[in-house]
Structure formats: C-alpha cells, structure tokens
C-alpha cells in the first residue's frame, strides 16, 4: 500500500502580525528576518494520520509506505525532512519555478502530475486547508482530477482490506463513511496533535530520500491553463484610534463610555 501525502511548506503562523507582510508583485507572503518556515500544520496533521496507517499495517500483507509530495524552493527541504522524521519513507520536492501557486487548481495539477510520475498511491491525505490563506480546496481539486472519491474533514481514517473508513467531522457531530480504495481524504483538525519526532527517526531522517522534480519533468498540461487571477493581495489596513473620556465623575465617564461602545455597535 502507497500513501501519498501532499504538504506546504508556510511562514511560522505564529509569527507576530507587524512581521507578516506581502510582496504585491508576486501576491505571496515575505519572509522576514527571524521569521521561520514550517510545515502547515494541518499539513502535520496528514502526515501524522498517513504514518498511524502505515504503523497499523505493520506485519500485514499490505504493508504501507508513506512518501511526501510538495511544490516550492529548495528550502522546503527542510520541511520534507521533518516529515521523513515523522515516520514517512520518502520525500518528492517539485520546483516552484515557473509555476503560479496563487492558483489552487494549478497546484492541484501539478501534485497530481508529480504523484502519477512517482507511484500509485492507493491513497492520498492532505490537511484540511494551508494554515497560510485558508483556501483549502487544493485536496479536493486532486480528487477531481484523478476522479477519485473524496472524503473531507477526517477525524479519523483505517484502512482494512482495500476499504476507507472515515470518521468524519460534521457541523453536529461526526458520521462514519466507507469508500473504496483509491481515494482522496483531507484531515480535520479534530484529527489531534501530531506526536514529537523522536531522535532516533530525526537521525534516521538524513538518509531517507528526498527526489527533484522540475516543470519538465512533469507528463501533461494540466497546470498550464490557470482558472483564476489573482488581482491583489494585501494586509488589512491597520487604524489606530484612541477616544479619551472626560468627566467630573467616575458614574459620568462610565455613561458616557458606555454611549460611545453603543454609538460603535459593540454591544
């Protein structure tokens, strides 16, 4: 069994907001000084479900093997190899250069040319959404293309003789879904916090594999014709305004505090 899971590598989303800023050329977020790129962490989330499957399949006939896939700089190493450290096998980094990543049906694409180029998964996770812009139709779009069935908002995921089970996260509850294999899930935060990488797989980490791949290397035009363009992307502007309330008493600063929080709309 072949788990393909597809991650992004993103500005640390606890960076403080005066260190977050967009270049409004190339409509993407600036990395500033000091500021670390990690993986999605619904990303994590994926990788952290594929490696429970793969650990549950252990000593079966249908053993598993999980192999990362994402598109970016060669920097975004550094975020596949914390994935190898996770517990995934390998690693497949496609190069950014002439792709558009603004839009999310041409990074579906090109994930899909590069997972077909390397293996046939029997399934494919990803996190619910990029915890940078939220889009969060990148696995859907995946699913499409292939024409697999797709299985959104995974609490939980188990794989027993060729069949998904989804425990899936509804907005009253949970529901419980079964496809065949193969098929595309994305993971909820429900899911749970990812464990810790050991030492020992963070040593074993450095000599897994981690392949290239380039615009060329890729079979197909799926990601040549864009669906969207982006016009602008840019940070909300920030006001700072501050109302000083006089009064001779404190019961009239209170009254007129409170006409002003009502004049706002506050309460």
């Known amino acids: 069994m072949i788990i393909a899971v597809c991650v992004k590598q993103i500005l640390d989303p606890e960076v403080p907001p005066p260190l977050f800023q967009i270049d409004p050329e190339t409509k993407k977020a600036v990395r500033s000084a000091g500021v670390e790129m990690v993986m999605s962490p619904f990303d994590e989330q994926a990788v952290e479900a594929a490696v429970q499957i793969k650990e549950s399949q252990t000593g079966s006939d249908n053993e598993a093997s999980v192999i990362l896939f994402s598109i970016g700089t060669p920097d975004t190493k550094d975020v596949l190899k914390h994935g190898l450290s996770m517990g995934a096998d390998e690693a497949v980094l496609v190069s950014a250069d002439e792709i558009d ?22 399934l494919i996770l990803t996190g619910r959404q990029a915890a940078d812009f ?8 995946v699913g499409e293309l292939l024409e697999w069935p797709i299985v959104n908002w995974a609490k939980s995921v188990s794989v027993d003789s060729g069949k998904i089970t989804v425990e899936r996260v509804l907005s009253n509850g949970f529901d419980r879904v079964r496809c065949e294999s193969p098929a595309v899930v994305s993971i909820a935060n429900e899911f749970g916090e990812p464990s810790k990488p050991s030492l020992r797989e963070t040593m074993k980490s450095a000599r897994k594999p981690i392949s290239e791949l380039k615009k060329d290397d890729l079979e197909g035009s799926l990601g040549d014709a864009p669906t969207q363009n982006t016009v602008s992307v840019a940070e909300p502007e920030k006001i700072n305004e501050c109302e000083m309330i006089h009064g001779d008493s404190a019961a009239e600063i209170a009254a007129k505090l409170v006409t002003s929080i009502q004049a706002a709309k506050l309460i």
């Open 101 to 122: 990543l603004t839009d999310s049906f041409v990074t579906a694409s090109v994930l899909v040319q590069a997972i077909q180029s390397v293996c046939k998964p029997d």
């Open 134 to 141: 939220d889009v969060g139709v990148v696995g859907v779009g």
